[in-house]
């Protein structure tokens, strides 16, 4: 049994201001002195960086869908003891409380992962354009799952004090406490773009100071006491906490440690935090390449990892930087070991708006007003270093590019999967020991990648 405060921050729906509340608490907490460990439910890559600034430690990911809901509570407690044990753990929520993958009854939502916790739930309610009725609409998410407990609400963008007098004793008389008050001219903006907010690594000065704004702003208007109470008042958690090194084995040598180089930087700042901590698991030596500024390969580089991210906001200054895209172009022709993710894929192709990439696959890219997002069941159409042909993953796209390929090359495709029941086009690529797509898989939930990329290393290097 593992005792630990924890709290999820949760809304009626997106828009209502949790991400800001949920960095604002980690951020005051921490500056009262309390460790606090950072998590995000869902597959967002973004909001878990302003929550790594705000904590001072990596934000994690919870997500029964891409991780297994078994595998849930393991992840967390692995994230509160890492780099050391934490006072109190802060869960963002994603989208409404309730929402999840669609026309799975909820799976992967935010009250799924708080059930699975046995956390309580402070709600984050918009009262801009509302008075009494706001406590018609707790009553109903205090009610709707009696495996929720919904332990407090704080209401955000309040008006005037008659107008927080009226919505408070609304609230109140559900018998759900309200925690805290944000008034209207309280707001603070995170600029966003087409795929949400600006990542905080895109801005890292700009997003302290907003990060130090919520802090201030949650110090003053909510009852931390409260909340920290709240958040203490939740069961001690029984199992154990996941270990990446108990995923995956090792490869048995005597030599040094192979190179994994890790695209990073400001274009490929979507990575989960698992990823790095199972490829140091299976043996490699993990270092960060970023391809906007080195314009070499780390030397000793056996295999590359290129996750997802913005290049289509930096293809210009990618194309630039020559040198770095003819090394990873050689380097996959000499049949180097290369694993790629949405941007990944993108910055293989021949181009991208335009823009010279490298080359790598029969593949030009272009952005289009379309979103592409959600969750998605996908079997392996061809034996890779990422999977055996017919293996079953599952992952989630999300973009705004779309690819078209040359009949030119030996790419054979990746994937397939349905969309709402209708059986989508072969998707992704796999070229010698390149494997490149739209699809982000958590390797958490799938460490055998960690371990087939290791085998196909060492395999090259018998």
């Known amino acids: 049994m593992v005792s630990i405060p924890r709290l999820v921050v949760a809304a009626p729906a997106s828009g209502h201001g949790k991400t800001s509340v949920a960095t604002g608490l980690m951020a005051a907490f921490r500056q009262s002195g309390l460790a606090v460990s950072p998590h995000k439910v869902g597959p967002d890559y973004i909001d878990p960086g302003y929550h790594a600034l705000a904590a001072g430690r990596v934000g994690r990911n919870l997500d029964p869908y891409l991780q297994g809901e078994q595998r849930v509570v393991p992840l967390f407690l692995h994230g509160v003891a890492t780099p050391s044990p934490a006072d109190v753990a802060i869960v963002e929520g994603v989208m409404g409380l309730f929402d999840g993958a669609v026309g799975q009854d909820g799976f992967a939502s935010t009250a799924h992962v708080a059930a699975l916790l046995s956390a309580p739930v402070l709600l984050v309610v918009d009262a801009a354009s509302a008075g009494r009725s706001v406590g018609a609409m707790v009553h109903g998410f205090a009610t709707y799952d009696p495996m929720v407990r919904l332990g407090g609400v704080l209401l955000n963008k309040v008006g005037s004090d008659r107008h927080e007098r009226e919505v408070r004793a609304a609230v109140e008389a559900t018998g759900v406490p309200v925690l805290g008050v944000l008034r209207r001219e309280d707001a603070v903006t995170v600029p966003s773009r087409h795929l949400g907010l600006v990542p905080a690594a895109e801005r890292y000065q700009a997003a302290t100071k907003v990060v130090d704004r919520l802090a201030a702003l949650v110090a003053s208007s909510v009852d931390l006491p409260a909340v920290l109470r709240l958040a203490r008042s939740a069961p001690a958690l029984e199992g154990s906490a996941w270990a990446p090194q108990h995923e995956v084995r090792a490869p048995v040598s005597n030599g040094p440690r192979p190179l994994v180089a890790l695209a990073?930087?400001?274009?490929?700042?979507?990575?989960?935090?698992?990823?790095?901590?199972?490829?140091?698991?299976?043996?490699?030596?993990?270092?960060?390449?970023?391809?906007?500024?080195?314009?070499?390969?780390?030397?000793?580089?056996?295999?590359?990892?290129?996750?997802?991210?913005?290049?289509?906001?930096?293809?210009?200054?990618?194309?630039?930087?020559?040198?770095?895209?003819?090394e990873v172009a050689r380097f996959a022709e000499c049949g180097g070991a290369v694993v790629a993710e949405c941007a990944g894929l993108l910055y293989l192709g021949r181009d991208l708006d335009g823009q010279p990439m490298c080359g790598v696959l029969p593949v030009a890219a272009q952005m289009t007003p379309r979103l592409t997002l959600g969750y998605r069941t996908a079997v392996a159409l061809t034996g890779s270093l990422v999977a055996p042909a017919g293996a079953r993953v599952t992952g989630h796209e999300f973009h705004r590019t779309l690819v078209s390929s040359s009949p030119a090359g030996d790419a054979q495709p990746a994937w397939a999967w349905s969309v709402d029941g209708v059986p989508a086009p072969p998707e992704g690529f796999v070229q010698r020991s390149v494997h490149a797509s739209y699809l982000h898989v958590h390797w958490a939930g799938y460490p055998a990648i960690a371990q087939r990329l290791a085998e196909q290393v060492a395999q090259v290097a018998a």
């Not at 698992?274 to 270092?287: D, I, P, R």
């Open 264 to 326: 990073g930087g400001a274009a490929f700042t979507f990575s989960y935090a698992e990823t790095a901590e199972l490829l140091t698991a299976v043996g490699f030596e993990v270092t960060v390449l970023d391809p906007l500024h080195d314009e070499r390969l780390p030397t000793r580089t056996r295999a590359l990892v290129i996750g997802g991210g913005f290049p289509e906001v930096h293809a210009e200054s990618l194309s630039r930087n020559a040198s770095l895209r003819g």
